[in-house]
């Protein structure tokens, strides 16, 4: 358990733009990821991504550890921005688009 932990809090760290997910960006396997990682992938940035149905510890111990309860959730620099509702909501507005965009890395 404690080694779940450890490894989401070193995914949060390590990665600015993070979604997890059910399923892949490719082939998301619910309707709530699916709506989800379409308005992430719309912003253009590149984005990190767990899919919690091949990690069943960290499906089992991140809605803890994030206080929420669902999936999809959405991290960026180390900040839980929310799931399908909220991340959708955003895009709407255009505020996903500019939260993205500052905290991508700089283009190589
Ligand atoms: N209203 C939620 C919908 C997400 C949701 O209800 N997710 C459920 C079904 S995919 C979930 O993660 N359940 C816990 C689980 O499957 O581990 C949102 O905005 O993200
Ligand atoms: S897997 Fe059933 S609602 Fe997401």
Same mark, same amino acid.
């Given at each position: ?11 949060? *760290?390590?990665? #600015? =733009? +993070? ?8 082939? $998301? ?18 984005? *990190?991504?767990? #899919? =919690? +149905? ?8 991140? $809605? ?45």
């Amino acid at each position: 358990m404690t080694d779940t932990i450890e490894n989401i809090k070193e995914q949060i *760290a390590s990665n #600015d =733009i +993070l979604l997890y997910m059910k399923g892949n960006p490719n082939q $998301p396997m619910c309707g709530f990821s699916a709506r989800t990682v379409q308005s992430v992938m719309s912003c253009g940035q590149r984005f *990190a991504y767990v #899919d =919690i +149905l091949q990690n069943p510890d960290i499906r089992a111990e991140l $809605p803890k550890y994030a206080n929420w309860p669902t999936f999809p959730q959405l991290w960026v620099k180390g900040e839980l921005i929310g799931g399908c509702d909220i991340v959708n909501e955003m895009f709407e507005k255009g505020e996903l688009q500019t939260l993205l965009a500052e905290a991508a890395p700089a283009a190589e």
